[in-house]
């Protein structure tokens, strides 16, 4: 038999383990901690979602904002640069036929608005090999009907910027600047003179039919329009019913004859904008409107393009985080049509309501006044 017992076996007495209080204040322990951590880790995901769909829509309307501000900057080059064709009817034909999809005029931008829906924004600009600047109509004056060269050349004081193959458009101005607006018909430039005072005119099947131009005059001059492009701005679904909207472009060259059509950013859910007018000729914008000019005394007035953009996170949040649309405070210095007060200043209301789940996102509003350069440096801007 062993010399020790298992009675006396040393530290038997404390090696029981542990006691039920015990026991249970280390699950309670354990349990709180659980919790403690779970909530942190709630909040910061929570925190996170706010912070990531705030910052979405944040990238949305910068980006959309850029491509807007770069394109109206642009409106009008080249159609602009002489009072009396801005905004000019436009008559263009290929093979004697109407071309579809083309702009009606050659006004820099074009404001359309529709109840309930975002605004649309059309911006057209001329687009030439090289530069484009207007040239006066010479003698001997073009006459399609007319022996030897008259028939097949458009005489002009200079044709510096035109190349060959670019689409001119003959302006004529109308009778009175304050009562109408001129006309201009397109026809191809299929030569450049080498005496830099003309270009030739082909007949052709295509831009040059005999019919196309007739008989011109020393009032008129030429417009190189280039290739002329006529972008369309509108906030559209992404795809038949669907709740998700972009801003969408869809650009029409004329001389390719066809319209592309691309997202420019989505998250986009409303467009508003405005007509910056200078109605006193002192060379600051005085007041918004939104009816589109029918006079070219009228486009003469219209220095600016004052826009609002509404975009969305895309995070749908669980609660309702937006109870009420969206405000773009105009401030109270100029006059905007469709405001109405919100505290000490005027605001127009934005539509976010393009899903019936509208309020369970977050919303930002952008806002940008961009001056139209092209209508700043024309040639009368200074008079």
């Known amino acids: 038999m062993s010399k020790y017992s298992l009675q006396s076996i040393p530290g038997k007495r404390h090696s029981a383990g542990f006691t039920l209080v015990e026991l249970m204040v280390g699950v309670g322990v354990g349990l709180l901690s659980t919790v403690v951590i779970a909530t942190i880790l709630a909040r910061s995901e929570q925190q996170k979602r706010n912070t990531m769909s705030g910052s979405d829509a944040q990238m949305a309307g910068a980006l959309a904002i850029f491509e807007l501000e770069k394109e109206v ?10 009072t009396g064709g801005t905004a000019c009817t436009l008559t263009a034909k290929y093979a004697g036929a109407a071309i579809a999809d083309i702009p009606a005029d050659l006004a820099p931008v074009v404001i359309t608005k529709t109840a309930d829906k975002p605004d649309t924004l059309r911006i057209t600009k001329s687009v030439p090999t090289r530069f484009s600047i207007p040239a006066q109509v010479n ?4 006459n399609p009907t007319g022996a030897g060269s008259v028939a097949n050349t458009v005489t002009l004081k200079s044709n510096i910027g035109i190349a060959a193959g670019d689409l001119l458009a003959v302006v004529s101005a109308p009778a009175s600047i304050e009562t109408g607006v001129g006309s ?27 019919a196309t131009l007739p008989a011109l005059s020393l009032s008129q001059y030429v417009v190189n329009l280039g290739a002329l492009e006529s972008s369309t701005f509108s906030v559209v679904p992404v795809s038949a019913g669907s709740p ?18 691309r997202v420019v950013q989505n998250g986009v859910v409303d467009l508003k904008a405005f007509y910056g007018v200078d109605s006193d000729a002192d060379g600051v914008v ?3 409107v939104s009816d589109t000019p029918t006079t070219v005394a009228g486009w003469q007035q219209v220095r600016a393009v004052r826009m609002a953009l ?10 309702k985080v937006t109870t009420a649309e969206p405000l773009w405070d105009v401030g109270k210095v100029a006059a905007v049509p469709g405001v109405e007060d919100c505290g000490s200043s005027k605001c127009i209301k934005l539509n976010p309501k ?12 952008f806002e940008v006044v961009i001056p139209i350069r092209n209508q700043l440096w024309r040639s009368d801007a200074g008079s």
């Open 73 to 82: 900057r642009e409106a009008g080059y080249g159609l602009t640069s002489d």
């Open 139 to 142: 003698a001997p004056l073009f």
């Open 184 to 210: 201009c018909i397109v026809f191809q430039a299929t030569d450049v003179k080498a005496d830099h005072m003309g270009v030739g005119r082909t007949v052709d099947a295509a831009w040059n039919s005999v």
């Open 244 to 261: 998700v909207y972009a801003l969408q472009r869809a650009q029409f060259t004329l001389k390719d004859r066809a319209v592309v059509t």
């Open 286 to 288: 005085d007041k918004y």
């Open 310 to 319: 509404l975009t969305r996170s895309e995070q749908f949040e669980k609660d």
């Open 354 to 365: 393009v899903a019936a789940d509208w309020e369970h996102y977050r919303y930002k509003v």
